[in-house]
């Protein structure tokens, strides 16, 4: 039986995280510019010390079970969403989006994949609650994920961009730049849309896909909705801020993905294991609970999760310093053909139509 925490803390807390999400929305789009590192690691910092000191409130009101299991959630989640941060990445240097725009789009990438995940919980608690088997199926779900990300590449997020792009053309008109942040635009007296709206498509599905991984991993965490939310919630929190600290490390963090994989095949087999402990499949062990099966604790689980991302991370550092590139070169040496290229007078600025996009000429009627 999960724990409970007081309603009044759980309402106060999602109130209060809304709250911090619109004032960090009305930053962006009440001033709207390109942040510094200094900034940048100072809402980030921010953001982590938030969680941390979110966690201890709940260890002081709640007890050291639902601590540890947002701790353990909010890294999974955080780790699966730096991943979905490399993929930001790929979008904005696909779709030339000019550096100064680039805030406003990260804050609709993140609040889509928050709405999804919000669906996504709902969904899932719902599922848990009504059938004890669907760990069985969670379990598997994340072990195939694991087993594609540690030996698949974001090669296929670029080709599957290209096949969206070449869907969306046909049936969308668009212009050939942005006009700020708008929509919708007037080329030559007829109505079009910028091409802002197919880099929200792509957000959109992209979070999308993401939604579908995080979610069954962080119930094998928790099974306490409010806790999985919360979780989202933090681990959403400064990755706009984190997109323009990091650049384009990430792409040489190269084990990353490796320490990704293996908190997804861990947790997955620590779902199969729960299915299996509190089993009611009437064809497996003929619908009794299987004894020797294993129940994973929490501050197993929070000792997994870490030492995986320490151990990825250190790797990575290790290799990139051994390749004669340091942190700093790779942050702001690559960081230019991902981001600036995308600003004006860059070779894709909003004067140009994006790689494979859809231009005046061929865009829908």
């Known amino acids: 039986m999960e724990p ?41 910092t ?61 804050m609709v990438g993140i609040l889509i994949a928050l709405v999804f995940r919000g669906v996504f919980i709902v969904l899932g608690a719902s599922l848990i609650a009504s059938f004890s088997w669907i760990f069985y199926i969670f379990g598997a779900f994340l072990l195939y994920t694991a087993v594609s990300q540690a030996f698949g590449s974001h090669e296929t997020e670029r080709e599957s961009e290209s096949w969206f792009v070449r869907f969306t053309r046909k049936r969308l008109r668009v212009s050939r730049q942005y006009e700020g942040f708008k929509l919708r635009t007037t080329v030559l007296g007829r109505r079009m849309f910028t091409p802002l709206i197919i880099v929200f498509l792509a957000l959109g599905t992209t979070d999308l896909l993401f939604a579908l991984d ?19 919630v933090f681990a959403l929190m400064g990755l706009r801020q984190l997109y323009f600290l990091l650049g384009h490390l990430l792409d040489k963090l190269a084990y990353l993905t490796y320490g990704i994989a293996f908190i997804l095949a861990f947790i997955g087999v620590k779902l199969v294991f729960h299915a299996m402990h509190t089993n009611e499949v009437p064809w497996i062990n003929g619908g009794q609970h299987i004894e020797w099966a294993p129940e994973i604790s929490t501050v197993t689980s929070l000792a997994v999760i870490v030492g995986a991302m320490v151990v990825a991370t250190i790797a990575s550092l ?44 061929d865009s829908g009627t």
């Open 214 to 232: 995080s979610i069954p991993a962080i119930f094998g965490i928790t099974q306490s909705p409010f806790i999985v939310f919360a979780a989202n």
């Open 46 to 106: 921010f953001y982590v010390a938030l969680a941390l000191v979110f966690a201890l409130l709940m260890l002081l009101i709640g007890d050291a079970e639902q601590a540890g299991q947002f701790l353990a959630g909010w890294l999974t989640e955080y780790s699966l969403s730096v991943d979905n941060l490399f993929v930001f990445v790929i979008i904005m240097s696909r779709f030339a989006v000019p550096r100064k725009y680039q805030q406003e789009v990260l």
């Open 4 to 44: 409970v925490l007081p309603a009044w803390f759980e309402i106060t807390s999602l109130v209060v995280l809304l709250l911090i999400l619109a004032f960090d929305l009305l930053i962006v789009f009440r001033r709207p510019h390109i942040p510094s590192a200094r900034e940048s690691t100072l809402w980030v």
């Open 318 to 361: 290790v290799k990139l310093k051994l390749s004669g590139t340091s942190v700093a070169e790779a942050i702001h040496g690559d960081d230019a053909d991902v981001m600036d290229d995308a600003a004006p007078g860059g070779p894709e600025g909003p004067g140009a139509a994006p790689a494979d996009g859809p231009t005046q000429e």
